[in-house]
């Protein structure tokens, strides 16, 4: 069974950054996805970055030019560098893992293991 343990969250004012942390516990597979997900009250979890064992990234598109997925130890550990933080960013976000099998992308569904997830507050 795989863990995965976010941290990195907090209270930043608009135009500043954070970077999160994933740390990842456990055996996904030789071939795996990881991905960031953010979710505020009353509204479905939406993916924002993903990263897989050969490096490759996606976005979602608001995102993009802002945010920064990277792994260290073969996915032991995911982080998620955020920059130039908007309030519309304010949500908790959650990291995720899974088989790569049918690709790695932020809008697959179909995550096998969530962590807890950490807040992130931008103020304007």
């Known amino acids: 069974q795989v863990r995965l343990v976010e941290s990195g969250g907090g209270s930043v004012q608009a135009g500043g950054s954070l970077r999160l942390s994933c740390a990842v516990y456990g055996y996904i597979s030789t071939s795996y996805c990881v991905g960031w997900f953010r979710q505020t009250p009353g509204n479905e979890r939406e993916g924002v970055a993903t990263i897989d064992d050969w490096d490759t990234t996606t976005y979602t598109d608001s995102v993009k030019g802002r945010f920064t997925i990277s792994q260290v130890n073969a996915g032991a550990t995911v982080y998620l560098q955020m920059n130039s933080l908007k309030p519309e960013d304010t949500a908790m976000y959650y990291c995720?893992?899974?088989?790569?099998?049918?690709?790695?992308?932020?809008?697959?569904?179909?995550?096998?293991?969530y962590g807890q997830g950490t807040q992130v507050t931008v103020s304007s």
């Open positions: 995720a893992a899974t088989k790569w099998a049918s690709g790695c992308y932020y809008t697959r569904l179909d995550f096998s293991d």
